[in-house]
């Protein structure tokens, strides 16, 4: 059983960095990749990047291009989002999840981890 840990989140003016922080307790066959999803009150929950493990491959969601950043550390089975230029609308509980592949679809993921909030005022 994997099981992934986040942190990071907080309370950040509009314009501002954040950096969120994925643990994974290990990599297995099932856990390829690691993505983050988002969820504010009353919405879906909302595919935000992904990264595989070994190839380093990353995905985003039209939205954050250009403003936010997955990366990976490989050593401390770690991955990072990055969010620059934050804007009120990101605000939402952050979840990192692992699945086989780095995709949109929610329930293709075995392992998510508790959420962290990110709050961005304006």
């Known amino acids: 059983q994997v099981q992934l840990i986040e942190s990071g989140g907080g309370l950040v003016q509009a314009g501002g960095s954040l950096k969120l922080s994925c643990a994974a307790s290990?990599?297995?066959?099932?856990?390829?990749?690691v993505s983050w999803f988002r969820q504010a009150p009353g919405n879906e929950r909302e595919f935000v990047a992904g990264?595989?493990?070994?190839?380093?491959?990353?995905v985003y969601t039209d939205s954050v291009k250009g403003r936010f950043t997955i990366s990976r550390d490989n050593a401390k089975n770690t991955v990072y989002l990055q969010m620059n230029s934050l804007k009120p609308e990101d605000t939402a509980v952050y979840y990192c999840?692992?699945?086989?592949?780095?995709?949109?679809?929610?329930?293709?993921?075995?392992?998510w981890g508790q959420g962290t909030q990110v709050t961005v005022s304006s």
């Open positions: 990264i595989t493990w070994i190839s380093g491959t990353t």
């Open positions: 999840a692992s699945g086989r592949l780095p995709t949109a679809v929610a329930r293709s993921y075995a392992y």
């Open positions: 290990e990599r297995t066959s099932r856990s390829n990749a």
